[in-house]
């Protein structure tokens, strides 16, 4: 039996992957360690009119 010449149907190879994979891991901790020096850009708001009213009421001077 001869080997065929036929091109593999595996897709992406092996190292192609594992680039990829840590590339995308790279980015996810680049956009972590981003994130966590900004605390600004997030913020815990009431959801509901109730849980509003409280809070606003609890940030009242009195």
């Not at 020096?37 to 509901?48: A, G, L, S, Y």
């Amino acid at each position: 039996m001869q080997p065929s010449n036929e091109p593999d149907d595996r897709g992406l190879s092996p190292s192609l992957r594992a680039s990829l994979t840590m590339l995308a891991f790279g980015l996810v901790v680049l956009a972590y360690l981003v994130a966590i020096d900004h605390p600004q850009w997030f913020h815990i708001r009431p959801i509901t009119g109730t849980a509003s009213a409280m809070s606003t009421a609890a940030n009242a001077d009195i």
